[in-house]
């Protein structure tokens, strides 16, 4: 009887290690596509748009973009991630906002989020802005989270909204809002 109880154990510990590794892989995905497709589009908006345009990933339909987006105009691209799109890349039509919409996000989520923003590139200077809580259609109950970088010539707002149940369609959407700044 002794082996079978712990026999079960090792299973329980196997299967908790599995769903984690899953976890971390899908928070490193997340943080890859942030920092190779958002902050890329800080260097340079037209040039990115046009690379994704030209490019052969799947494109969302405008009208589920805006229904994820909460009625914002925006061009979608679907992120493969193991062959399942779970995650969205948006661009506004204004060219000042690019974001991703992601189906699932962990605790780790937040903590690499907050790594990342906590020390921005030479040049700027990082500023954490209010906390804001609220209901969002598709993620539920979520905190928002959002600091910025600021430098001479631009800032770079980063949001992540992070929806506290994980039972919803949407846990996570990670945005970063461009605003270049005009020498008076």
């Not at 779970?86 to 189906?103: H, N, Q």
Request: with cysteine; net charge negative; hydrophobic share 45%.
């Amino acid at each position: 009887m002794q082996w079978i109880k712990q026999w079960l154990a090792v299973c329980v510990w196997v299967l908790v290690g599995m769903a984690t590794a899953h976890a971390d892989e899908r928070d490193l995905f997340l943080e890859h596509q942030y920092r190779t497709q958002c902050l890329a589009f800080a260097q340079d908006p037209d040039g990115f748009r046009q690379a994704l345009v030209q490019s052969d990933m799947p494109r969302v339909p405008a009208g589920l973009v805006r229904q994820l987006l909460l009625g914002q105009d925006a061009e979608g691209w679907s992120l493969a991630y193991h062959g399942r799109r779970e995650y969205v890349l948006t661009l506004a039509e204004d060219e000042t906002r690019c974001a991703i919409v992601a189906r699932y996000a962990s605790v780790e989520t937040r903590a690499w989020f907050e790594r990342l923003v906590a020390a921005p590139p030479a040049g700027f200077v990082a500023m954490p802005l209010p906390v804001s809580e609220g209901e969002q259609r598709y993620g539920g109950d979520a905190q928002t989270l959002r600091w910025a970088w600021d430098s001479a010539d631009r800032t770079l707002e980063h949001s992540l909204m992070l929806s506290t149940r994980d039972d919803v369609q949407m846990q996570a959407i990670l945005a970063l809002t461009l605003t270049m700044k005009t020498n008076e």
